[in-house]
């Protein structure tokens, strides 16, 4: 989980932090005309006068579900605070169709270019490495496992035997695009995200610590260029993300890192080096952002809009598509349409004035087995492997994703979505009469007039007469639920019975044992998963099986394959851009679409509706928020 935690946050500004509760000043804002309020009724005049070309708008209104408490990277400033980010903030890296794109530098490293290496180092007792199977870092001793250098499997897995050896490291090279200035007008260098860096390792910054604790060193080499370099045996597959946001040190080198978490420069106000800067923020109800002067995009674009508007509505989307109607509202982000709010929103579009834009996102819909429950009353049905295919082939999961959300529908092969590169691409077709011919070869038998559930006639290790049933767990909720009942209608057309069970999240998830899923009491559930850069193969691995010696662990299906952990534990040892990693991601992904641990039902998508004069908004399936791109808004020609 440490590690999916991490990859969370490379790929955006925030790190995700520890609950903390800020208590923030409230501050003086300037009034704010929105859009749609009434206005004086002008004279008339005793000529009409000809219709003038109607000027470009100067302000954009974005309008999100909730506030946040901070707009501190390391603070608790959670999704709205990145979202609102994208505009003081152009990057630093964008992820992109899973792909790193650069933003404030000039390339994305790579082994290919030379810059990012594999180097061998010498390592010896007392020093500080990666264990390969703990996959933590620790103090080199005698009888802890390394990987030679050049090894990537657990066949060449060693020993330390007390003697000097040879394990290989990462280096890592960023270059910052020249001339980019803080708003204030302040160069922004290499050391403003060294100082970073530092920051997020500091005991009083309340972030996650996973990537600082894997890092050997992280330098500035000159005004523009920073090394990472990671710790011996840490061949991080997301290296490309390892660059720390640049924070200002010339305006918070004299606040300590514990002072940063309330003082308003850094909370309310943050200097950034992107199209917006900071203005106003009236609690509760908006935050006033202007252009900045200093901005330039490395598409040489400057920021189109005078004034950037934050308005924060709640999570009613009725109430929010009746904004975008009225023109209080320019852009609704994502957070103010949920899956629940495609259908309205469609409908708004097609009124007239409203665009709708939408992609099959990052987040993977799964109905996970119970492979290997635990406690008295969990039979341990989905042991044979024939039985979760034969449920896979029998639920119309491409009827289901398109009836939830029609040409957004997507069902993938495995857990990653279709749009990654990783991925083995689309599912295989609805086939319920090779299910049921499964399920009539292992003995689960239908009664002389065809009507389930399917009894028990000969299936190994089940008594006979035992019916085909299992309740599947889902979280509360209108997507959810229809999800669920269509599971039931298809396996209730094959001869299985299921009865449904919703439970709120604070309970579903939580930790062993006490949970039903990571407790391993479960039947069946369905959830959702997200999905980033490399393939989050630990969700499956062996050695994540939740127990009294793991209770942290995330593989709630309880999944054992001897070659999946194999796969997996060389995805976790190499690099992205080589060969071991590609075969590995290939493998993991390939055992999990046969052996089906977990069924792929859908990809939620991502939208984003707006005004039609805007131009610009395009929702990408990895990115931090449906505003990456907010620098290339414009009003249409």
Same mark, same amino acid.
């Given at each position: 989980?440490?590690?999916?935690?991490?990859?969370?946050?490379?790929?955006?500004?925030?790190?995700?932090?520890?609950?903390?509760?800020?208590?923030?000043?409230?501050?003086?804002?300037?009034?704010?005309?929105?859009?749609?309020?009434?206005?004086?009724?002008?004279?008339?005049?005793?000529?009409?006068?000809?219709?003038?070309?109607?000027?470009?708008?100067?302000?954009?209104?974005?309008?999100?579900?909730?506030?946040?408490?901070?707009?501190?990277?390391?603070?608790?400033?959670?999704?709205?605070?990145?979202?609102?980010?994208?505009?003081?903030?152009?990057?630093?890296?964008?992820?992109?169709?899973?792909?790193?794109?650069?933003?404030?530098?000039?390339?994305?490293?790579?082994?290919?270019?030379?810059?990012?290496?594999?180097?061998?180092?010498?390592?010896?007792?007392?020093?500080?490495?990666?264990?390969?199977?703990?996959?933590?870092?620790?103090?080199?001793?005698?009888?802890?496992?390394?990987?030679?250098?050049?090894?990537?499997?657990?066949?060449?897995?060693?020993?330390?035997?007390?003697?000097?050896?040879?394990?290989?490291?990462?280096?890592?090279?960023?270059?910052?695009?020249?001339?980019?200035?803080?708003?204030?007008?302040?160069?922004?260098?290499?050391?403003?995200?060294?100082?970073?860096?530092?920051?997020?390792?500091?005991?009083?910054?309340?972030?996650?610590?996973?990537?600082?604790?894997?890092?050997?060193?992280?330098?500035?080499?000159?005004?523009?260029?920073?090394?990472?370099?990671?710790?011996?045996?840490?061949?991080?597959?997301?290296?490309?993300?390892?660059?720390?946001?640049?924070?200002?040190?010339?305006?918070?080198?004299?606040?300590?890192?514990?002072?940063?978490?309330?003082?308003?420069?850094?909370?309310?106000?943050?200097?950034?080096?992107?199209?917006?800067?900071?203005?106003?923020?009236?609690?509760?109800?908006?935050? &006033?952002?202007?252009?900045?002067?200093?901005?330039?995009?490395?598409?040489?674009?400057?920021?189109?809009?005078?004034?950037?508007?934050?308005?924060?509505?709640?999570?009613?989307?009725?109430?929010?598509?009746?904004?975008?109607?009225?023109?209080?509202?320019?852009?609704?982000?994502?957070?103010?349409?949920?899956?629940?709010?495609?259908?309205?929103?469609?409908?708004?579009?097609?009124?007239?004035?409203?665009?709708?834009?939408?992609?099959?996102?990052?987040?993977?819909?799964?109905?996970?087995?119970?492979?290997?429950?635990?406690?008295?009353?969990?039979?341990?049905?989905?042991?044979?492997?024939?039985?979760?295919?034969?449920?896979?082939?029998?639920?119309?999961?491409?009827?289901?994703?398109?009836?939830?959300?029609?040409?957004?529908?997507?069902?993938?092969?495995?857990?990653?979505?279709?749009?990654?590169?990783?991925?083995?691409?689309?599912?295989?077709?609805?086939?319920?009469?090779?299910?049921?011919?499964?399920?009539?070869?292992?003995?689960?038998?239908?009664?002389?007039?065809?009507?389930?559930?399917?009894?028990?006639?000969?299936?190994?290790?089940?008594?006979?007469?035992?019916?085909?049933?299992?309740?599947?767990?889902?979280?509360?909720?209108?997507?959810?639920?229809?999800?669920?009942?269509?599971?039931?209608?298809?396996?209730?057309?094959?001869?299985?019975?299921?009865?449904?069970?919703?439970?709120?999240?604070?309970?579903?998830? &939580?930790?062993?044992?006490?949970?039903?899923?990571?407790?391993?009491?479960?039947?069946?559930?369905?959830?959702?998963?997200?999905?980033?850069?490399?393939?989050?193969?630990?969700?499956?691995?062996?050695?994540?099986?939740?127990?009294?010696?793991?209770?942290?662990?995330?593989?709630?299906?309880?999944?054992?394959?001897?070659?999946?952990?194999?796969?997996?534990?060389?995805?976790?040892?190499?690099?992205?851009?080589?060969?071991?990693?590609?075969?590995?991601?290939?493998?993991?992904?390939?055992?999990?679409?046969?052996?089906?641990?977990?069924?792929?039902?859908?990809?939620?998508?991502?939208?984003?509706?707006?005004?039609?004069?805007?131009?610009?908004?395009?929702?990408?399936?990895?990115?931090?928020?449906?505003?990456?791109?907010?620098?290339?808004?414009?009003?249409?020609?």
């Amino acid at each position: 989980m440490k590690g999916m935690i991490a990859t969370a946050r490379r790929w955006g500004r925030a790190i995700v932090p520890l609950s903390l509760l800020l208590v923030l000043a409230a501050c003086g804002v300037p009034e704010v005309e929105f859009p749609g309020a009434a206005s004086a009724t002008p004279a008339q005049s005793a000529t009409p006068a000809a219709s003038p070309t109607p000027a470009a708008p100067t302000s954009l209104f974005v309008c999100l579900a909730d506030e946040p408490t901070s707009l501190y990277i390391y603070g608790d400033s959670g999704r709205a605070a990145d979202v609102i980010l994208e505009a003081i903030y152009d990057g630093p890296i964008d992820l992109l169709g899973f792909v790193p794109q650069p933003a404030l530098l000039e390339k994305i490293p790579s082994l290919a270019d030379g810059d990012a290496r594999i180097e061998p180092v010498t390592i010896t007792f007392n020093d500080v490495y990666l264990n390969p199977e703990t996959l933590e870092p620790q103090t080199m001793a005698r009888g802890l496992p390394y990987l030679p250098s050049g090894c990537r499997s657990s066949e060449c897995l060693a020993t330390f035997a007390g003697q000097p050896v040879q394990v290989d490291r990462l280096v890592v090279t960023f270059r910052l695009r020249a001339e980019v200035r803080w708003s204030d007008g302040t160069p922004l260098t290499a050391s403003d995200s060294v100082f970073s860096f530092e920051l997020d390792g500091h005991p009083d910054t309340p972030s996650s610590k996973y990537l600082f604790a894997r890092t050997f060193s992280y330098r500035a080499l000159d005004e523009q260029t920073v090394e990472w370099t990671g710790l011996p045996g840490f061949l991080d597959a997301e290296f490309p993300g390892n660059f720390w946001t640049p924070l200002p040190e010339h305006q918070l080198s004299q606040f300590t890192a514990a002072d940063l978490l309330t003082v308003p420069e850094v909370t309310r106000a943050p200097l950034g080096w992107g199209p917006y800067v900071m203005e106003a923020w009236e609690a509760g109800s908006h935050l &006033t952002l202007r252009a900045n002067p200093e901005y330039e995009s490395s598409s040489g674009q400057a920021p189109a809009f005078d004034t950037l508007v934050f308005r924060f509505l709640g999570a009613d989307a009725d109430s929010a598509l009746d904004q975008l109607r009225t023109g209080e509202c320019d852009v609704l982000d994502e957070s103010l349409l949920p899956m629940s709010a495609l259908a309205a929103a469609e409908a708004a579009a097609g009124s007239g004035g409203i665009e709708l834009a939408g992609v099959a996102g990052s987040i993977v819909e799964r109905l996970d087995f119970g492979i290997q429950p635990v406690g008295e009353g969990q039979p341990a049905l989905w042991q044979d492997v024939t039985l979760r295919q034969a449920v896979g082939a029998c639920v119309d999961r491409q009827g289901l994703a398109a009836e939830l959300f029609g040409e957004l529908g997507q069902v993938p092969a495995s857990f990653l979505p279709a749009t990654h590169p990783q991925s083995l691409g689309a599912a295989p077709a609805y086939a319920p009469v090779q299910g049921q011919e499964a399920l009539d070869q292992l003995g689960w038998r239908l009664d002389d007039t065809g009507q389930g559930p399917r009894q028990a006639g000969g299936v190994s290790g089940v008594a006979n007469g035992t019916p085909l049933a299992f309740t599947l767990l889902t979280l509360p909720g209108q997507v959810p639920q229809a999800a669920a009942e269509w599971v039931q209608r298809d396996l209730a057309a094959c001869g299985m019975e299921v009865l449904l069970e919703a439970v709120p999240s604070a309970e579903l998830f &939580t930790s062993w044992p006490e949970g039903p899923v990571f407790g391993r009491s479960y039947a069946s559930v369905m959830w959702a998963w997200p999905n980033f850069f490399s393939p989050a193969c630990e969700m499956f691995a062996g050695w994540e099986i939740p127990s009294d010696e793991n209770p942290q662990g995330i593989n709630a299906a309880g999944f054992s394959d001897p070659g999946y952990d194999e796969a997996c534990r060389t995805l976790l040892w190499s690099p992205a851009g080589t060969a071991e990693y590609e075969q590995a991601a290939d493998r993991v992904q390939a055992i999990v679409a046969e052996q089906l641990p977990a069924l792929p039902l859908f990809v939620r998508p991502r939208l984003v509706a707006y005004a039609d004069w805007l131009c610009g908004p395009q929702p990408d399936p990895s990115a931090t928020s449906v505003l990456w791109n907010l620098e290339s808004w414009r009003a249409c020609p």
